[in-house]
């Protein structure tokens, strides 16, 4: 298989764009349109899985509907061998140059990661990723996601929303385009999603390759503290009800094996309580006996 992932243009592009991503609002991030070969991302299409292919796993939730492939076993070659370049050194540089994070290590299970499929009617809620990989007990520090999405219109919907880090406005919306890259840092307030119903056409999908980079240790500003979290927690919008789940999403173990941890709850209350109550709390707490 060709090498498809070009070091010197790759780097370019970053030093070109590393400032425009780092001061983005509302958390960096970059939307890059056409910098892969179409050649690699036409290869993925022609193997990509069917809804009904066993490479999938479903996630069925109050606040998500979507296809994830569980590990490379149940990929194409060419798929496989092209998601390799993704953990290369040269995409590592790239994304170095362009966050400003150094030590960047890939994830060699793509766990969470590889192919994503949204059918019609499908959507993800807006959530805040895992912190912490359950394998490897690294931080998770970047996402990048390539859209694979030929021909696709406004109309269908399936834009990547970005909200901020109060959850009261969305700030960015991002059409989910053929050969459109979105790279942005992770940390407990980067709440992003695809919260409304895909309503594209029947028989089409939304499709996209999702990757995920991390280190060994992080700024301790990026988690909430007693916050490692190791599944996905799941938010609603300002006046939004989602059918089937309570208002307090961190109640559910949204999904089998990667969940909303019991801790959760506690750093998020303590996000949202304001300082003067919780010095408050703290003053009246029974203190434990010696």
Same mark, same amino acid.
């Given at each position: 298989m060709k090498l498809?992932? $070009?070091?010197?243009?790759?780097?370019?592009?970053?030093?070109?764009? =590393?400032?425009?991503?780092? =001061?983005?609002?509302?958390?960096?991030?970059?939307v890059l349109d056409n910098i892969l070969p179409e050649e690699a991302l036409d290869g993925v299409l022609e193997e990509f899985p069917g809804v009904e292919s066993p490479a999938w796993k479903q996630y069925k939730t109050p606040f998500e509907a979507k296809l994830e492939t569980?590990?490379?076993?149940?990929?194409?070659a060419f798929t496989n061998l092209l998601l390799y370049q993704f953990n290369s050194p040269p995409f590592l540089k790239f994304l170095e140059t362009l966050t400003g994070i150094d030590g960047l290590i890939p994830d060699p299970y793509f766990f969470g990661g590889g192919l994503h499929q949204i059918p019609q009617g499908g959507k993800l809620g807006i959530h805040a990723d895992y912190s912490r990989h359950g394998k490897l007990d690294l931080d998770r520090r970047l996402?990048?996601?390539?859209? %694979?999405?030929?021909?696709?219109? +406004? +109309?269908y919907g399936g834009y990547l929303e970005l909200w901020d880090s109060s959850m009261a406005e969305c700030v960015q919306k991002i059409l989910p385009i053929y050969n459109r890259m979105v790279v942005f840092n992770i940390t407990d307030w980067a709440f992003h999603g695809h919260p409304e119903p895909l309503t594209c056409p029947e028989g089409w999908t939304r499709k996209s390759i999702a990757l995920y980079y991390f280190t060994a240790g992080r700024p301790k500003g990026e988690?909430? $503290?007693?916050? +490692? #979290?190791?599944?996905?927690?799941?938010?609603?919008?300002?006046? +939004?009800?989602?059918?089937?789940? =309570?208002?307090?999403?961190?109640?559910?173990?949204? #999904?089998?094996? #990667? /969940? /909303? /941890?019991?801790?959760?709850?506690?750093?998020?209350?303590?996000? %949202?309580?304001?300082?003067i109550l919780l010095d408050a709390h703290q003053a009246v707490k029974p203190q434990k006996k010696g």
């Open positions: 498809y992932l $070009d070091a010197e243009y790759l780097q370019n592009i970053a030093l070109a764009s =590393s400032k425009k991503y780092q =001061s983005a609002l509302p958390f960096p991030h970059i569980q590990g490379e076993d149940k990929l194409g996402n990048v996601i390539i859209y %694979l999405n030929k021909d696709w219109k +406004e +109309e988690v909430m $503290d007693g916050g +490692e #979290r190791y599944g996905a927690l799941f938010l609603s919008r300002p006046g +939004e009800t989602v059918q089937g789940a =309570s208002k307090k999403s961190t109640d559910y173990k949204v #999904r089998n094996g #990667r /969940v /909303v /941890v019991k801790k959760d709850t506690k750093w998020w209350i303590k996000k %949202l309580t304001p300082p």
